[in-house]
């Protein structure tokens, strides 16, 4: 009777610590980092120019982007509302990600969008490198600042530098590249 009683003793306290684990790992998922998103940047006439991997990081999304084939120089870059990269002009993108409804620009008072990053650096070769922080957006699914939303993103490169204050988008001219965030 005495090894009946043990076994019904350690048979419930496996099931308490089972489900216990179930329960943490729930917790866990939930709150776990989405995956890293691989976005895939487009010219004018619709070739690839370069990739940016999208990563949740402590402080915000992390943005690694890698372009060649530009214009040499200073190149302003921004998240556009909608995941929509028709070339050649890229308008398709709609305006910036802003839905504090800020002005535009880091150095703009009344600024900034939720879209606006830092200028991109092309060297003499035509290569780009960035790699920036965003403290303003997500990567978690139905926030007001979430790269993934219904209609989606993109990331869209200008011809221009971005003077960083001039609203809507800098003085940066016309969209020279766009990739959808899916």
Do not use: Y
Not at 99 to 109: A, D, I, S, Y
Not at 152 to 170: F, N, R
Request: charged share 15%; with cysteine.
């Amino acid at each position: 009777m005495k090894s009946l009683k043990n076994v019904v003793t350690v048979s419930l306290g496996l099931l308490v610590l089972t489900g216990c684990q179930s329960v943490k790992s729930s917790a866990t998922a939930e709150t776990a980092s989405p995956p890293p998103l691989q976005v895939t940047l487009i010219g004018t006439s619709g070739q690839p120019i370069g990739t940016a991997q999208l990563a949740t990081v402590q402080e915000g999304v992390q943005i690694d982007l890698q372009v060649s084939g530009l214009t040499p120089g200073a190149h302003g870059f921004h998240i556009h509302e909608k995941s929509a990269c028709d070339a050649p002009t890229f308008d398709s993108a709609g305006a910036h990600l802003n839905p504090t409804h800020k002005e535009h620009g880091f150095l703009n008072p009344k600024g900034f969008h939720s879209g606006d990053l830092p200028n991109l650096i092309v060297d003499e070769q035509g290569n780009g490198r960035l790699s920036t922080v965003s403290k303003s957006v997500v990567l978690l699914p139905d926030k007001p600042n979430s790269l993934i939303k219904p209609g989606g993103t993109s990331l869209v490169i200008h011809e221009k530098a971005d003077d960083l204050k001039t609203d809507p988008s800098g003085n940066s001219g016309k969209r020279i590249a766009c990739g959808s965030v899916k």
